[in-house]
């Protein structure tokens, strides 16, 4: 038996220790190590592989591993990059996926299938490994986060952009960001910027949310960059002195523009956003909605195939394994129904049948008793007359005797006066 | 550095490459801890002994609260399992833990059934849990997890062995659960005793083979202490929430004639041990241990039971919507097969049926057939009868009626002779 008590709100007499829990979580997250997976889209030429570069002060793109522009392609493909970076005692496991040959044909259309069909199968991955019989740690190569590029022509988003954000917001997390910002000046940035994001709305585009937490801090800065968007960036491989410090710079006849700068452009908020406060969270947003969208819509695919979808959307909640329970318990029950109504009526035709013979026996009995009834009375009849006749044989038998006795007794008397006549 | 699981699964795909500044993502750990804190943490313990070894007691000494419940008398007629959950702030960190105690458990004649309680409410958690992460529309991230994490598995401090109660429940809670045992109110047992006892409860553990918890001793941070740590098991606790005054503190202690026991005193007990281990270093560990290997065990023989295989016969790699709609398709078939299994039993039984009301039929009519012959019968022998006394009857009439003419003639005769002589007397 089993009992469970309602939930109580207790107050510690004395130092516990649980505190010490975020702690454990710290060490073992360390010990684990983290994986990212980052994807970049945009036209060749937006400056994708240097911004990624600029991102990870890292030569991810170089010679050796050149970037998505260099590798002209005919059909729009995916490419993996995967390099392991370590940092202050933490290791990333990062994932570049970018998609050379977008938007660079002359008929666009489908161009981003391939990218759908990437984000779905590193879904269906993760599915299938989480629902194996013998599951093991799983790797998460899921795509966490989508920089969407879009080219800086300062009128608003193209119909590829459009499309492909459409396509795209319910799968991953979207981060528009306009690039080479560095060729817009901060008025015509502004206006381009509100451009965008007004067509996003009227698109009913869903990018990257920031959400609102308690903590001020924090509140302030989402508030900033909620009203930057979307950013503008700049990136550089290049190193170059200004003021007498090295910084990551585009060197111009008319100065340089700093990557770093926030004056200049948004890199350093998408940084801090992208990786040092954000990244934990797009991986939760990856894991808590995208995926639970792709997963639900997969196996509610799975198990109503051939059935009325409208009648079971109430029923998603339950698991398939439930789903066959449940069905295996009303069939039981129907069973049972069934097995019950044909036993009644198997009752009622005996019950019919045997009556039918109970009556037809009752019928042939009365009937046999009657006919005996019947013999008996003809017998007593036959015995009365018997009887009757007996008596009448005997009462004219003795008449007789008498009768014979008389003429007897006559004819003796005769002689006897004929015998004294004589005298 | 020592190498990470992640580093050891990136393997030959990738490269490492340098950083040529500070890129900020060893704020990785930071961020995750901020969420693990905002979203809050759960803990499930599960105490198993005997009733009146001070399972409640330990329980509030160890979280420095007062708990509920009065304590239990020994005539429960079974083991009940009594689960409560608080909700306790230490700083910012928010724990919802859930304390399940066993009622009554060793306290019947009968102890067969005793572990049977116990096991099913682990499974029914594990149930909970699995049946959630199947839904199709599921909420894992704000499921209520109420698998349990941690066993306390009282033992009486007799001071000799285990009870062989202990052992055979043991054995059954090792594959679903950490057990951590414990030697209950040790303050019942001498030191050089208690030596003895522990290293006679872990050579019998160890023979039986039965698998308790032990403190990871692969992060490096905590190996050390946790090997120590390792070597002191069964912890000896006592517990008390009475305080007493020592030198100028209040502490938790037990006061005897003879002297008093303090609860926090490692000379005197194992408890700081206890909460060491169990709350400030492994709690996270004890979950993890949980639901990677006790949780995927029951959820691998559920599904095995199930009849979920990770290949086909054709060894083709496991593909879900292959897999369940074979198991749908499997499981249609089945139902169909009862339905008609059943529908063919009926008419078998109609058969036979009709057959029996056909024999009951059949003897009504002979019987009967067998009737009315006895009754034609009869009827001859009536009808004989009867022609026998009219042929006796008409033999009697004629008799009658050929007497009577005689009679007539004879009278006529004598008549006429009487005639005469009536005439002669007159003349």
Redesign the interface.
Known sequence: ??????????????????????N?????????????TLMVVGESGLGKSTLINS??????YSTEYPGPSHRIKKTVEVEQS????????????LTIVDTPGFGDAVDNSNCWQPVIDHIDSKFEDY??AE?????R?M?DNRVHCCLYFIAPSGHGLKPLDIEFMKRLHEKVNIIPLIAKADTMTPEECQQFKKQIMKEIQEHKIKIYEFLETDDEEEMKMIRKIKDRLPLAVVGSNTIIEVNGKPVRGRQYPWGVAEVENGEHCDFTIL??ML???????LK?VTN?VHY?NY??K???A??Y?GVDNNKNKGQ???????Q?EE??RD?VAK?KK??QE?EQV?EMK?KE??QK?RD??AE?QRR?EQ??KN?EA??KE?EE??RH?EE??GS?EAQ?RI?EQQ?LD?SRTLEKNKKKKIF | ?AS????R??GE?????????????????????????NHG?C?NILCVGETGLGKSTLMDT???????GEPTQHNQP?V??????????????R??LTVVNTVGFGDQINKEQSYK?IVE?ID?QFEAYL????????TL?SYHDTRIHACLYFIAPTGHSLKSLDLVTMKKLDSKVNIIPIIAKSDAISKSELAKFKIKITSELVSNGVQIYQFPTD?E??AEINSTMNSHLPFAVVGSTEEVKIGNKMVKARQYPWGTVQVENENHCDFVKL??ML???????LR?QTH?RHY?LY??CK??E?G???TDPDCKP????ET??A??NE?MGE?QK??EE?RQM?VQ??KE?EAE?KE??KE?HEK?DR??KL?QD??KK?ED??KS?DD??NT?KQK?TA?ELL?NQ?QQA?GSTTLKREKERKN
Not at chain 1, 82 to 93: D, I, M, Q, R, T
Not at chain 1, 131 to 135: G, H, K, L, P, T
Not at chain 2, 14 to 32: E, I, N
Not at chain 2, 62 to 68: A, D, G, R, S
């Open positions: 038996m089993f009992i469970y008590g309602p939930q109580q709100q207790k107050n510690l007499e004395g130092y516990v220790g649980f505190a010490n829990l975020p454990q979580v710290y060490r073992k997250s360390v010990k684990r190590g983290f994986e990212f991102l990870f002060l890292t030569d991810l995967k390099v392991l970076v370590k940092e202050g005692g933490v290791h990333l496991l599915l299938n629902s194996r019989v013998n599951r740690q790797p940084r801090n990786i040092r406060t954000h990244m934990q969270d939760d808590n639970e997963r639900s997969k196996l509610a799975v198990t195939n998603l909640t339950k698991s398939p394994l439930a066959m069905e295996r069939h069973m069934m097995e044909m198997f005996v049948k045997l013979l037809s026996e042939l046999h006919m005996k013999l003809q017998h036959l007359k018997r006749l009448e044989k004219w007789q009768l003429k006559a | 550095m990470t699981e992640i580093a699964q990136a795909g990738a490269r490492a490459v340098p950083l040529a500044g500070h890129v900020g993502f060893d704020s990785m750990p930071d961020q995750l801890v901020n969420k693990s804190v943490f803990f160890l979280f420095n609260t007062k708990f509920e079974g009940t399992l009594k689960s409560n959950t608080y909700e306790l702030q230490e700083s910012n960190v724990l919802k309680s409410f029914a049946q959630e992460e199947l839904k199709i529309k599921r991230h992060d941070s905590v909460r060491e709350i400030r270093v492994n709690m996270e560990d993890e990677t995927e959820r691998r599904l095995e199930m979920f295989k990770d496991f593909s879900l919507q369940y709609e198991k749908r499981f139902l009862k339905e059943m009926f039984r109609v049926k009301l009951a039929e009504l009967f009737l009315k009754h009869e009827k009536v009868k009867r006394l006796e009857l009697f009658k007497a009679l004879a004598g």
